[in-house]
């Protein structure tokens, strides 16, 4: 879609939005900035995370595969386009949930209106339609393991990387009809499921390449907060892509400025990111605490930046 289109399109909505005389306050309806520019905006725009009559929304479903990796089978929520058809195939983003959380976390929270931001901007032309996967990231061999606040309870998040990489993602490739390639491949995580967005980003960008860490977690490096010591899976020197690696189109970071969890561990991200030379984009969105404001700015953020890129190179 061309990148008039795609103003006019914002445009509008906006305009009809405010012109329904929505409850939010005029100013939040005018942040939908259109995506001539790849400029951030920091909430999600109503238009985007409000149900419409007229868009039919994908549902949440359940599957499982088994996992070399863990020698278990595991589970994950799908979210499939309202109308998929194997005779199309879809770009896939794999969506990480938090500490404590499973599966069911992302597809079980309707506040979130991930159906629906994914929904709408494929209904406005902005994305293909896509399909969203929401696994157990606790990627353990040991079935009575449950997570906690220690080194070793920590673990099994760290190794998810392997349990992506070689059992998921071939799995959703062999069973779903999904575009394959790092254009069509998309990452993005919450809190836990962000601090093992950044490590995986950094240890194989060349999978991804639309990618958002959201209110990421501490712990990639070494540090104690106030829930626990963290031995870290890289060394701040470390936090950066290999000199030869292909690296993803968008690496988005951000968090809320409020957020009671993780507080300034994702600015310090992106500071050692900055320091080291690895290219990324970092926001924080005004007011979010470790919430659902902060997810919804993210995920939008990454469509947008998505939509922005394959309108100018198409």
């Known amino acids: 879609m061309k990148k008039s289109k795609i103003s006019i399109i914002l445009a509008l909505m906006t305009a009809a939005v405010c012109a ?6 005029g100013e939040e309806a005018m942040t939908a900035q259109n995506t001539e520019t ?5 909430r999600c725009p109503i238009t985007y995370d409000a149900t419409r ?3 039919s929304y994908g549902e949440f479903t359940h599957g499982t595969y088994y996992s070399e990796t863990c020698q278990l089978e595991r589970g994950y929520s799908i979210l499939l386009p309202a109308d998929y058809s194997q005779d199309k195939k879809y770009p896939v983003l794999y969506l990480l949930h938090g500490i404590f959380g499973d599966e069911y976390s992302f597809s079980q929270d309707s506040s979130n209106k991930i159906k ?3 929904g709408n901007m494929a209904a406005d032309g902005l994305i293909e339609e896509t399909i969203v996967v929401c696994p157990n990231m ?3 061999s040991d079935p009575d393991q449950k997570p906690g606040f220690d080194s070793e309870s920590v673990l099994p998040y760290d190794n998810f990387i392997n349990d992506l990489v070689n059992d998921l ?3 959703i490739e062999s069973t779903y009809s999904v575009l394959t390639g790092r254009d069509n491949t998309y990452l993005a995580g919450f809190s836990m499921g962000g601090r093992e967005t950044i490590y995986i980003t950094l240890k194989r960008p060349e999978l991804f390449g639309y ?3 959201i209110s990421s977690a501490p712990g990639v490096v070494p540090t104690k907060d106030k829930f626990m010591s963290h031995d870290g899976q890289l060394q701040e020197s470390e936090m950066k892509f290999a000199d030869d690696a292909v690296t993803p189109n968008v690496f988005i970071i951000c968090c809320g400025t409020r957020d009671s969890v993780v507080g300034t561990y994702p600015k310090q991200y992106h500071e050692l990111l900055e320091q080291n030379g690895a290219d990324h984009i970092w926001y924080e969105i005004t007011g979010a605490d470790h919430d659902n404001n902060a997810i919804k700015s993210g995920l939008f953020n990454l469509f947008k930046q998505i939509a922005y890129d394959k309108s100018n190179n198409h």
């Open 20 to 25: 329904c005389g929505s409850n939010t306050q």
């Open 38 to 42: 790849n400029e951030i905006d920091e």
């Open 53 to 55: 009559n007229n868009v």
């Open 116 to 118: 629906e931001i994914v």
């Open 138 to 140: 606790y990627a353990t």
């Open 169 to 171: 993602m071939p799995h």
């Open 211 to 213: 990618v958002c860490a």
